[in-house]
Each structure stands twice: as C-alpha cells, then as structure tokens.
C-alpha cells in the first residue's frame, strides 16, 4: 500500500480542487490519501464524489498552533467534523485569515511592493486565505523567484518584516480537543527549520505525554540526518513515525506521494480513531 498521510486542495492553500487532488492521487498509484486543510473540512464532501476506485480517503485538517512564541502545525484525523468545540476553535482561526492577509499586503506595500489585496483574494478564490496566496502574489510581481523565497525573515516568515499573527490554538489544547473529537493528531514537519523556529524536542515529549499519537517523519523539509534523529525520538516517545508529501498543487515543487506512511502506523491511526472512519472509493472517477 501507498500512503500519503497530507495533501492540501484549493478548500486551503492548494491549487487542485478537491475532486482534482484525488484523482491525481489514484493516477500516481496511491491506495490511501489524507485531505488535510488548513483548519477546514470544506473540500472533504467534493473529494469523497469525487472518490475513485480503489482509493481510500482519510478526512482531516491541519491545525494552525503556537507554543511559546513559535508556530506549528498538527494534523488532526479521522475526527467528527461535527464536534462543537473543535468546529468553533477552527473557525476562529479561519475568521482571523483574512484580516491577517490584508495586514500583510499593506505591510508588503509600505514596503514599496505593488501588491494589491484584490490579486491576493483572486488567488485564494474559495479557499483559506493564508500566507501562500500572498507568496503567490508576490512571484507573479517577480519580488521572489518561487513560493519558498516568501517564507524568509526579508518578507513572510514568522517575524518578517510583512509578518502578520493571527489567532492560533495551543497544541495542548488541540491534542485535547482533537481527542474529545475521536480524532488522532501528528505534529507536522516538526523540524523544518527553513520555515523558521521549531519547538525543542522536550516540548514534543510534553505533547506526547498529554496524548499526542505521532510525528511527520518522512517530509521534504527533512533531511536524512533529520529524518534518523525523529525517527529515533518517537521510538522513544512511543509516537507514530508518519510520512507525506504535504502537497499542494503547482504552489509547492513535492510530489502526491513523494513521501508516504508505513501501513502498519496507518493501520494503527484507524484503530485509534473513533470520530469518523476512512472513505473507501465508491467510483466517484474511474480508477486509470
């Protein structure tokens, strides 16, 4: 089995639909593909009419969080959608996206860049608007040569000169929430230094102490050395050793199943979820 625990449609910041991404995940020969928005479940009923044969939906969101000062992200599965407390925290974060966007094209403009808002929500069309579409923006205007050379300390990184915060859960209260919801969590790329501040190890070991399940081992913002070393700390930790591509589309260069999930650790997410179950494809598409 092929499985690829992190994909993002254009419900958040990628550039396929829903329906697109998952039939693009049963032509690159996945068996199982994670829908993992931004802090939504907006695209998750177009991907499940949209399911192909042979090809199995997990539902999920990543979680926007910040300990300490430092963002990260916690993808979230399997959980009920429906679950009133998880909803109003997700809503909070998204009602916050698009003041915080606007932010940061008018600091974007104080510094001498011709951005214009209306592009930026042109590019985000439906979705989550969020720090990507602004980087999209600014390739188009040839400030940065890809999305990437956004996210650094001269423009979107945290900290940036055109940062902007926005309203983030604690990840101890997500793990909560997530739990109470029947869902199972996994940090996100947790070492993806190029992103900017990561948490240290003993903050993952106080997550895993209050439930969290696993760690994205496997990630194009991991190196080998960085990959051993996480691999190493969940065994220790007793975490789920996870890997995807975290896709995107044509925003970001990683490959639908660039990376993928040992069956035996997606097995174990399943058996751990109780908030809803995997989506098996009904032929919403013709598998080819």
Not at 1 to 23: C, F, K, N, Q, W
Not at 28 to 36: E, F, H, N, R
Not at 110 to 122: C, T
Not at 185 to 202: L, N, Q, W, Y
């Amino acid at each position: 089995m092929r499985i690829d625990l992190h994909t993002h449609s254009t419900a958040s910041d990628g550039t396929d639909t829903p329906a697109e991404l998952v039939r693009k995940a049963a032509d690159a020969g996945l068996d199982v593909v994670a829908l993992t928005d931004h802090d939504t479940v907006g695209g998750h009923a177009e991907a499940i009419a949209a399911l192909p044969d042979g090809l199995t939906l997990v539902t999920g969101a990543e979680l926007s969080c910040r300990l300490d000062g430092v963002s990260l992200h916690l993808l979230a599965y399997l959980f009920d959608p429906e679950e009133s407390e998880l909803a109003r925290e997700r809503e909070l974060v998204r009602d916050d996206r698009v003041p915080r966007a606007r932010a940061m094209v008018a600091k974007l403009r104080e510094l001498g860049v011709p951005i214009e808002w209306s592009r930026v929500a042109a590019i985000a069309g439906d979705g989550s608007v969020g720090r990507p579409h602004v980087a999209s923006a600014l390739v188009e205007l040839g400030v940065v040569p890809d999305v990437s050379a956004a996210f650094t300390p001269e423009w979107l990184a945290d900290g940036g000169r055109a940062y902007v915060a926005k309203h983030e859960l604690d990840p101890f209260t997500a793990v909560r929430l997530v739990k109470a919801a029947g869902g199972v969590t996994v940090f996100a790329h947790p070492a993806a230094i190029k992103r900017g501040r990561t948490v240290p190890e003993t903050a993952i070991a106080e997550l895993a102490a209050s439930g969290l399940d696993g760690i994205e081992v496997d990630h194009m913002d991991h190196d080998e050395p960085t990959r051993a070393r996480l691999r190493g700390l969940a065994g220790e930790l007793g975490l789920l050793a996870t890997g995807s591509s975290d896709y995107h589309g044509s925003r970001k260069t990683c490959r639908l199943g660039q990376f993928t999930t040992d069956p035996e650790v997606y097995g174990e997410i399943t058996r751990r979820a109780t908030g809803a179950f995997p989506v098996p494809g009904t032929g919403g598409a013709p598998r080819r």
